[in-house]
């Protein structure tokens, strides 16, 4: 008895061409060289022959880069906002400590006297 079943997954450029070079060689259709290459792998297992991955998949380094910007991103945000209390309090604090111009206290009618 043979069953449907719908799988999802993510898969890097670089596997999708391995699989598109292999259904080539093979005659199948991309679907067709999934399949093969699951019973395949089955097969191997259950001989007892232990399955060895070698690397860390693209995606999986994506999702860790994507990461690491989404903190960097947030840090300089909250390094934008620091920037700008400190360049706010160094305003103020130089507004205070330097006395105005005397002709810019004086209203215009102050002249004719």
């Given at each position: ?34 399949n093969s290459l699951i ?53 103020t604090e130089t507004k ?18």
């Open positions: 008895m043979r069953q449907e079943i719908r799988a999802s997954f993510e898969m890097d450029k670089e596997m999708r061409d391995q699989i598109d070079k292999f259904a080539h060689r093979e005659g199948l259709t991309r679907n067709g060289a999934i019973s395949i792998g089955l097969t191997s297992r259950s001989e007892g022959e232990p399955v060895v991955v070698t690397n860390q998949f693209v995606f999986e380094e994506y999702k860790e880069i994507k990461e690491e910007i989404r903190d960097v991103k947030q840090g300089l945000i909250e390094l934008h906002e620091e920037i700008r209390l400190v360049h706010h309090i160094i305003e205070k400590m330097s006395p105005p111009v005397p002709y810019q206290n004086r209203k215009w009618f102050h002249f004719w006297r």
